[in-house]
Every structure is written in C-alpha cells, then in structure tokens.
C-alpha cells in the first residue's frame, strides 16, 4: 500500500511538513481491510461511555494492523515483539477510549503491565 504526501492543509491532523499523522495513517491503513467497528444502534444519548464503545477487546484484523504499523516492534521500549505481544489503548477504554487502530498500539507484555491504566 502506498501511503502518498498531503498538503498541510488537507487535515487538522497533518504536520507542519506536509506528512499525514499517526491517525491519518492508522485509519487509511485499517480501510485496506473489513469492517473493522461495531456498530452502536439505538438512542446514545443516555448511554455511558462504556455502553458507547462496548467492544472493548481488539478483533483478528484490527491486530494484524496495530502489529505492521508497530513494524513488528513494541512501540515504547522498541524490542521485537514476541508472540505474546499485547494490543493497547492508548487512551484507556475506561476511561472512553475506543476499540479503534486510531486509539491503539502493539506493544510487548512487560511495556504493557507496566503502562497500566494510563
């Protein structure tokens, strides 16, 4: 997949060089697969954060992204990830943020544990 240049101008989110962002990249990368999100049905406007993005576990395919985007390595420490290499939020699903390649990272179990809930 080619991932071209755009102009600072075409998203909130591109930098200063003219380079997509992290998010530009995730999102265009996760379109090359399926569906990757549930979808919420019914009257949000009463519901919690939890019971808005309720999936809180990274499906098959949205791992395989988070995993090549990292390039096989724990985004934090840098070490080759191994095969319990764990998928994380960067902001925490507790405290609302989605189960969604634009709020993850691939990372190894003891970068992980050590992050917590943070």
Known sequence: MQISKQS???SRCSTDRG???????MK???????DLNSNTN???GRLS???LHPRRHFNTKEREVLFIFAGGQCQICKNILTDDWQPDHIIPHSKGGE?????????????N???GNS
């Open 99 to 111: 189960t969604d390649v634009s709020n993850g990272q691939a990372l190894c179990k003891s970068c």
């Open 19 to 25: 380079l997509p962002c992290r998010r530009d990249l």
């Open 113 to 115: 544990l050590k992050k």
């Open 42 to 44: 019914g009257d949000i």
């Open 8 to 10: 600072p101008h075409a």
């Open 49 to 51: 954060q939890t019971e």
């Open 28 to 34: 265009k990368l996760a379109s090359s697969f399926e």
